[in-house]
């Protein structure tokens, strides 16, 4: 066992270890700047929508460091990625000061069908260090009245997957997967076990569907002697302790609560190494070095450096010398930052021996409240919200929050441990892999949390830290913050290549709203660029060039307006609803009916005369996908984007794009004939195109040329598939800004809308506010109509302060008539 208790001699060590702790944080902060790392987080305004309705979203963008806002960025995507794998709506948020907001209408013109569908949110900037940096989140979107007018056409769909949920674990030291439907895995606390030291090994059970399961078992050597049992206190997570003997192996017998018994063996001990050990006792975090004789007999006074990081950036390195089988100290709390920090030891040639992930939690000088006038309310009676911010001496605390008031609609909700601002910028956002309940771990009313976070993090957290590998700062990154739209490109001669340097440059933007015009002056290169240009929807451009006499002379050659969207990555089978979602889903077609609210394609026959149009033959026989454009076909820049947002499992590449599972751009097929030059294809105008098909491998069809998949473009009747010829020196073009996002619907006695208040009066998502602040005493309030049903409503209030300080409040009342 450790020892908790430090003799004189190790008190003696250890106020020469805060010696050390101290120079080591001095040099750490004065010759490391912390990394420009952003980290998004959406609070929506609900996880589980209706077909036909509006999801409402409120944007952060912290430094990933500290969680302060930030402006790094000023264009924020945010993605709707169908089951499919297709973006079928993307949105570019302005985001100032960290901060902005959007929504996203689930309609049948984007083509929402029900299913699991993700919403996804990256900076261009996030890009340069990967997907662990990009938020995503689960959206579930049903249809109240298909799922009571068909229960039967839903009722046998295959179960979607989640043990891809967990599919970016590293490979663990042992794992059993048995016929009766669980696993079990067991990692050593620091990676591995020493022959002759005490341990602390984390194990975690998983059901077939990689959701917790509790389990029992019991621990034996090879000499089939019970070493000690154990069990899972919570979400089929726990630890057990163990010293192995030489010459000694073990396996464990473990248990569900229905009787499936597996056998698990242990890994294997390593005869010499090191080892981390972290405990927090009584408020103090304790870290301990253990060895063995066999190392110190082969490694005698063998220096070992510790280097604990957060978030990418050491703030305390210290080396000692190991002459004793066990070396304990203390870190400084009010030195580690809160959240989860990595603690890896170093042998004398720095390689990693161990490895640990601990969390650290402060008592943060910040108390937030949020009351309702009333717990219980009238149909549609006005409800005000009193919010306060400040510091537990009555100090105004700066925040940005964001507002949902919703509809329970007869669910009951014991205790809400769904995601959220805090669960995501303190946990989930450094640890791969979805984590069951985050927000559990959080909720002060759960005495045993920091306990069992603990165990999340040596069994979820065993692995490479994603920290290790985000590029280096002085390397050249692929991707620039983007404060704005940039519209740049060259003015070459007419015939040739030769640069136009000095020719004058027209830009004129021109909305519903605004019209600007800007002009700017080509480099010696014939270069030209109009920065960080702020323009919001469809924005009509008009590009010309002139030379030094004032006449249009050259031909301008646009740069890429916009970068092609990330991976898609996000996949889903269909799914089988819940019980819980047909509940609320009947508990909603219930309320909609009750107030007349009818979906427009709920009737099961409804016959259509019309004149049948032509539709052409398809060119691939029974095409994979086919799209047909309409006006509300996903705004692109290049034929490329479109064709990438519009056919799944297809990406864009630097002048074509290919299907994933090929390497090599696809056979082009225009109008009935194959294409060779990209020319040709990158010159269709976009309003040009009526349908668009894929199949994935046409090689029955078109031999090896279709191997690599086949994309025939169909263009409207009469058309013209290329520019025209005399706009060399000018160019006109429509260009997508920022999204304009739209105001949450309040009703307003003094102007009646029948309409729009028939459907608010039964709305499920009854209040949506993006933006709470409080004012200089720290204090904010909101007010608004209730819905006309008996109903429980749920407040949920999610910010952040300016120091960085995520917070989560909620509550409930009720409505009667």
């Not at 008190?11 to 050390?20: G, H, N, Q, T, Y």
């Not at 078992?217 to 302790?241: A, C, I, W, Y």
């Amino acid at each position: 066992m450790i020892k908790t208790v430090l003799s004189n001699k190790n008190c003696c060590f250890l106020c020469f270890f805060w010696l050390v702790v101290s120079v080591g944080f001095a040099q750490g902060q004065e010759a490391k700047k912390p990394p420009t790392i952003e980290k998004i987080y959406l609070h929506t305004d609900r996880s589980k929508y209706f077909t036909g309705e509006d999801l409402w979203y409120k944007a952060y963008d912290v430094l990933a460091y500290n969680n302060v806002l930030t402006d790094n960025s000023n264009i924020l995507y945010v993605e709707l990625i169908a089951p499919d794998s297709r973006i079928i709506a993307r949105n570019k948020t302005n985001i100032e000061m960290g901060l902005g907001y959007g929504d996203f209408q689930l309609s049948d013109s984007l083509g929402v069908k029900p299913g699991m569908y993700q919403i996804r949110a990256y900076t261009n900037w996030d890009r340069n260090f990967g997907e662990d940096f990009v938020f995503t989140k689960d959206i579930e979107i049903m249809d109240a009245f298909e799922l009571h007018f068909k229960p039967e056409s839903l009722a046998n769909r295959p179960a979607g997957s989640a043990a891809a949920n967990n599919s970016s674990k590293k490979a663990v030291p042992e794992k059993a997967v048995a016929q009766q439907g669980f696993s079990v895995d067991f990692f050593p606390e620091g990676g591995s076990l020493l022959e002759n030291v005490a341990s602390i090994v984390g194990f975690k059970a998983l059901d077939s569907q990689g959701n917790p399961v509790m389990v029992k078992g019991e621990l034996f050597d090879s000499d089939n002697e019970l070493v000690t049992g154990f069990l899972s206190p919570h979400d089929g997570m726990g630890k057990l302790q163990l010293m192995p003997i030489a010459g000694k192996s073990y396996y464990a017998k473990i248990k569900t609560l229905d009787g499936s018994e597996i056998r698990v063996e242990l890994p294997k001990a390593l005869k010499q190494g090191c080892l981390l050990n972290f405990r927090a006792i009584k408020g103090r975090n304790i870290v301990t070095i253990n060895t063995n004789e066999a190392t110190l007999v082969q490694n005698p006074n063998s220096e070992v450096s510790l280097i604990c990081k957060f978030r990418g950036l050491s703030y305390l390195e210290t080396t000692q010398t190991l002459a004793a089988t066990s070396l304990s100290f203390e870190l400084p709390k009010e030195k580690i930052p809160e959240g989860i920090s990595q603690l890896t030891l170093y042998d004398k040639d720095f390689k990693p021996q161990s490895e640990r992930l601990i969390y650290v939690e402060k008592d943060n000088d910040l108390e937030v409240q949020l009351t309702a006038d009333k717990e219980n309310y009238r149909s549609s009676e006005k409800t005000t919200l009193q919010l306060s911010s400040k510091s537990k001496t009555g100090e105004a605390r700066s925040a940005s929050f964001s507002l949902s008031v919703t509809d329970m609609n007869g669910v009951v909700e014991n205790k809400d441990y769904n995601s959220n601002i805090c669960s995501y910028f303190l946990l989930e956002s450094d640890i791969r892999g979805k984590i069951n309940n985050p927000a559990y771990y959080f909720d002060p009313a759960n005495l045993k949390r920091l306990d069992y976070l603990d165990n999340l993090l040596l069994t979820q957290g065993w692995r490479d830290f994603m920290w290790k590998t985000i590029p280096g700062f002085g390397e050249n990154l692929s991707y620039k913050a983007e404060k704005g739209f940039n519209i740049s490109g060259r003015v070459k001669q007419l015939l040739g290549e030769k640069a136009k340097a000095n020719s004058s440059m027209t830009l004129a933007l021109m909305n519903k709203k605004h019209f600007n015009i800007f002009d700017a002056i080509t480099d010696e290169n014939g270069r030209f660029k109009f920065e960080n240009m702020m323009f919001s929807g469809k924005t009509n451009m008009f590009l010309n060039t002139r030379n030094e006499k004032g006449k249009f002379r050259g031909e301008i050659v646009m740069d890429t307006l916009e970068m092609s969207p990330m991976l898609v990555s996000f996949k889903k089978e269909p799914m089988r609803w819940p019980d819980a979602s047909r509940m609320l889903a009947e508990n909603v077609f219930k309320k909609f009916s009750s107030f007349g609210i009818v979906q427009d394609n709920i009737l099961d026959e409804v016959q259509i005369v019309s004149k049948k149009k032509n539709q052409p033959s398809s060119l691939l026989g029974m095409p994979d996908f086919t799209y047909t454009v309409d006006e509300n076909s996903p705004a692109a820049n290049t034929i490329y984007d479109l064709i990438q947002y519009v056919i799944p499992g297809v990406i864009s590449t630097e002048n074509s794009v290919r299907f994933m599972r090929y390497e090599d751009s696809p056979l082009f097929i225009l109008d009935g004939f194959p294409v060779y030059n990209a020319t040709d294809i990158e010159v269709v105008q976009l309003i040009n195109i009526e349908r668009i098909e894929a199949i994935k491998n046409a090689s029955i069809l078109y031999g090896q040329e279709g191997a690599n998949g086949v994309i025939a473009i169909y263009t409207k009747p009469g058309s013209k598939n290329t520019a025209e010829k005399e706009l060399f020196h000018s160019i006109k073009k429509e260009i997508e800004g920022y999204y304009m996002a739209r105001v949450f619907y309040t009703p307003n006695p003094e102007k009646p809308n029948p309409e729009l208040d028939e459907k608010a009066a039964a709305r499920n998502t009854i209040y949506w506010n993006p933006y709470v602040h409080p004012d200089k005493t720290g204090n904010a309030s909101v007010t608004f109509d209730n819905i006309a049903i008996d109903t429980k409503v749920k407040v949920n209030l999610e910010g952040i302060t300016a120091g960085g300080i995520p917070v989560v409040k909620k509550l409930y009342y009720t409505i009667t008539k």
